[in-house]
């Protein structure tokens, strides 16, 4: 069942009356906070102050790849601001998303991020890099990739770590070296739970020693005032999360200028700041340099397209045949 939250909309006209529109946004469970807190009561101001009208928000958290089923199978999402752009691929592929969605000046990303690696207060286990989490002392958490956007994230982060670390070393990258760190991390999951917020939500109740996780949620929980450690490692990752108006449910609810201009507004200073100020890194690259100290770039980072971008990892990595399916199995076989 998808939880949906409802929003009131600020000042002006009550709810209801001819001059209202809702917007539904199915969104991955991650930037919760930056909508709820800053970026939609912002949009609803704005949109007020501009055209007199209020803006009543429905919303849906829910792990990235069944947010993008469930808008499949029916749940009448305006806008869809996703983990992956695989997900958004799939409405697309659907016949929900009409329009050219990556034809923006971000490519049709809304947010970056990183993926690093969450530890217990004080560091006990020594934990470095990630090399230490394939010791026999320390147990990893991360999400399901079967469900969570998050989780793919995180074993590319850990796969490619492999690719790159060998290639700094030797001049080329070790496709087995790679996959060897992969099992390791992999033999030390102790649970993958279906979301990356429900991993983290894990963690803290103490299970585990480390914990891959995006390093806007990790800086969620210090600004929060909770004590979360992590360390963002040599090579990682980087993350760019997509967002998309649904041609289809746009056009059967009357509110295509509302919801265009939602995401246009998400991609404006102000929100790229408020997105920062939650612990994503900006696709604005002004606003990247105003927060450069916050987010320092990692030594040997990468990007989707190094591990040969999103279709290639759906069947190398998480294909049938695919190095994490076939690790996954082979650690069952032991």
């Known amino acids: 069942m998808i939880g949906v939250t409802l929003f009131a909309c600020q000042g002006g006209k009550t709810s209801g009356t001819t001059n209202d529109v809702t917007l539904t946004l199915g969104a991955y469970t991650v930037p919760k906070e930056a909508y709820e807190k800053e970026i939609i009561p912002a949009f609803q101001k704005y949109w007020l102050d501009k055209t007199g009208r209020s803006v009543r928000f429905e919303e ?56 690093v690696i969450a530890f217990r207060p004080g560091n006990p286990k020594s934990i470095r890099d990630w090399t230490d989490l394939t010791r026999e002392d320390v147990e990893v958490l991360y999400p399901s990739p079967k469900t969570s956007g998050g989780a793919m994230w995180d074993v590319n982060a850990v796969y490619g770590a492999g690719l790159k670390l060998s290639e700094a070393e030797t001049g080329a990258r070790d496709e087995l070296q790679a996959r060897e760190l992969l099992k390791a991390v992999q033999k030390n999951v102790r649970v993958m739970d279906k979301s990356g917020r429900a991993s983290v939500t894990t963690f803290e109740n103490g299970v ?17 005032g909770r004590n979360m450690d992590y ?57 990247a340099v105003e927060f450069a100290d916050k987010y320092p770039r990692p030594k040997h980072l990468f990007d989707i397209g190094y591990l040969g971008g999103w279709d290639e990892v759906h069947t190398t ?10 690790v996954v199995k082979e650690l069952a076989d032991e």
């Open 60 to 115: 849906s958290y829910i792990a990235s790849g069944a947010q993008s089923r469930a808008i499949v199978a029916g749940f009448e999402a305006d806008i869809a601001a996703l983990s992956l752009k695989k997900d958004v691929e799939r409405l697309r592929d659907e016949g929900l998303i009409t329009h050219d969605w990556t034809d923006i000046r971000t490519r049709g990303f809304v947010t970056r991020s990183v993926v």
């Open 231 to 287: 360390i963002v490692p040599d090579a990682t990752i980087l993350i760019e999360n997509p967002i998309a108006v649904i041609d289809a449910n746009v056009e059967k609810h009357g509110n295509r200028e509302v919801a265009e201009a939602f995401v246009e507004f998400a991609l404006r200073p102000e929100s790229q700041r408020a997105f920062a100020r939650y612990g994503f890194r900006s696709v604005d690259d002004a606003v």
């Open 208 to 224: 585990g020693d480390a914990l891959l996780t995006y390093e806007n949620e990790a800086m969620l929980r210090r600004l929060q």
């Open 317 to 326: 990595i998480f294909g049938p045949e695919g190095v994490w399916t076939q």
